[in-house]
Each structure stands twice: as C-alpha cells, then as structure tokens.
C-alpha cells in the first residue's frame, strides 16, 4: 500500500488527490497566514531558541557556552575544559550541517563518535567556519553554540547509526497533527537528516508507534546498517514528547513549526530545536498528506485549550 502511495509523487495530477501539501501552498496558504516574519529568530537562532526554552520551563540540553567573535575561538578549550563531551553547532544553521560532535576530550585531543580524531587546530578551523557563515542561513556571519551532548535512550540503540535519533512533529494552531522519527545511517554520515540519506519512520500521532518507513523516498523495513525491524518502534513518553511539541505555540507564536525533540536516558524528552519552515518529507514517511489535517484544525479542534488540553485531546482521538 505504502508503495503505491509513493508512486503517486511521481504523477503530479495525482499530488492534490492525495491530500499533499506542497512547497508552494505550504509557503503561500499555511506558513505566511500563521507565521509573522517577526518572530522567525525566535526559532531560527538556536542559543536564542534556547534561552526561550529555559525561560518557559522546557528541558533542552545543557548550553557551555557561545562564541561571538573570532578572538574569541582560540580560547574555546577554556569553556570545555571541564566537559569530557559535547557539542559545537552553528546558531543559524540547518539541516544538521555545521554540527560537530566530539565525544571525548583530553587537553587538545578530541574524538568524534565515529572514532575520528580532530587536533586543535582542526576544531579551532571547525568554529571559525561557523562564524564566518558557512553553515549559516543565507551566508550571513553566525555565532558557534556549545551544548552538552545528548545521550539517546538504550530503547532506540538497534535504530540509528553513529548519530541521535530524534523526532520530528509538526505543530499547527497548537495541535500536534503528524510526526515521524529520523534515524541516522552510514549514508547519512551518522546525521537524522532524510535528504543526506537517513531513514524516516512515520509515528502515529496518537499513539507514538511506527507506520511506515522510508529512504531515499523508498520503503524500508530494516535499518539498512543495523538491521533492526523498523515495525517495532515504539517511542516512550510519547505524551511528554508531544507537550514539548506543542509547547513551543506558546513559546514562540508560530502557528506552524515543526519541533525537533530527542529522548535523553537520563533526562527524558529533550527539545533540540523548532523550525518555522518544516520540510516535507514527513508526509511520505506517514504515507499520509498533511492538508486534510490541517483543514480538520480549522474546522473542527478546540479553540483556547492548553497545551496539555490539546495533547490529551489528540491522544484521546486514537
């Protein structure tokens, strides 16, 4: 069935029928009528994002610290010199580029996950692209945020490559209406990001379990390194991982984001980041399109509940 529905992408008549939402109606008739252009830095820089986060409360990972100015990078050994891990990432990035995950640290010796070793002058080279806007959002100059990394939950140990899994949920008008998990792979360089080639796992909304799965917008089954039945997943303390999800309405104003959340084994359901622009790509993974979803919103959800009256009404839908 899954297969099927996918062909139909290759047959633009066929987009509408299925209920999909494309580039142009998603940037034309849902994001410009529910996102003020103002409020894009509250999600599209990370350390402000985070800072906004902490002020409401919500679990994020730890910040060490931020870099401003190139005088200022040869110095970065300062801020983690009591960290053994952690993780450098530009503040107006995306799409996961720019993240550099170091695993262990001794003096200027630094490891990533995949064993890869970096020197000083490798790391120091590292932040100073960041600031200069290589990863960046358009080019412009950025600022290099260190947090602490996240250690994912053993639960998901079989279901991603060198690389944290995390779930993505698309939030509209503070419903939480579709989400999917992404998984890191070899081909995806140990990164949950489904263009450079990691796997999309569509996730019942409401009940946190596995529909579907895709790579490279092909069906999967298996994890294509690790071999586990992508079926079974089941991520835990699914309602705490869509209040965070809905959290961020608040947070921010937005009326349609998506919310990027990981499962720490000690600290729980952590918010990493929240996108103004969410991509696509989720609707294939869920085999299912977004606009009748959205419409149902509109038409037929609850207007002024909570956050936590809107996720215990969409649980209770199942």
């Excluded at 252009?37 to 990370?46: E, S, T």
């Excluded at 902490?54 to 679990?59: D, R, S, T, V």
């Excluded at 720490?264 to 990493?272: A, I, N």
Aim: net charge positive.
């Amino acid at each position: 069935m899954l297969i099927s529905w996918l062909k139909s992408f290759t047959c633009p008549s066929k987009l509408q029928e299925k209920g999909i939402l494309g580039m142009n109606a998603r940037n034309y008739k849902v994001i410009s009528k529910c996102n003020k252009r103002c409020l894009y830095p509250l999600v599209d820089n990370k350390v402000q994002t985070k800072l906004l986060a902490q002020k409401a409360g919500i679990n994020t990972p730890n910040m060490i610290g931020v870099i401003e100015y190139q005088w200022q990078v040869k110095d970065f050994t300062k801020l983690v010199e009591n960290k053994s891990e952690f993780v450098i990432k530009p503040a107006h990035g995306s799409g996961g580029k720019g993240v550099l995950v170091i695993k262990e640290h001794k003096g200027e010796d630094f490891i990533g996950p995949s064993g890869k070793k970096f020197s000083y002058n490798e790391v120091y080279q590292h932040i100073s692209n960041i600031l200069s806007g290589l990863y960046s959002l358009g080019g412009k100059y950025d600022v290099a945020l260190i947090e602490d990394m996240v250690h994912f939950s053993d639960v998901f140990q079989n279901f991603s490559y060198q690389g944290v899994p995390d779930v993505r949920v698309i939030v509209y008008k503070g419903y939480p209406v579709m989400s999917m998990m992404r998984l890191s792979t070899a081909a995806s360089g140990g990164r949950a990001n489904l263009h450079q080639g990691a796997v999309g796992v569509g996730i019942d909304i409401h009940t946190g379990k596995a529909l579907n799965a895709v790579q490279y917008n092909r069906p999967l089954y298996h994890h294509p390194d690790t071999g586990a039945d992508l079926s079974t997943i089941q991520v835990p303390f699914w309602r705490e991982h869509l209040l965070l999800a809905t959290k961020g309405f608040e947070m921010t104003g937005l009326g349609y984001m998506g919310a990027d959340i990981v499962l720490d084994k000690e600290r729980g359901p952590m918010m990493l980041e929240l996108n103004a622009r969410p991509g696509l790509a989720i609707q294939i993974a869920n085999g299912s399109g977004l606009v009748s979803k959205l419409k149902q919103v509109d038409k037929c959800y609850p207007k002024n509940y909570t956050a936590e009256e809107r996720v215990d009404f969409i649980l209770n839908q199942q």
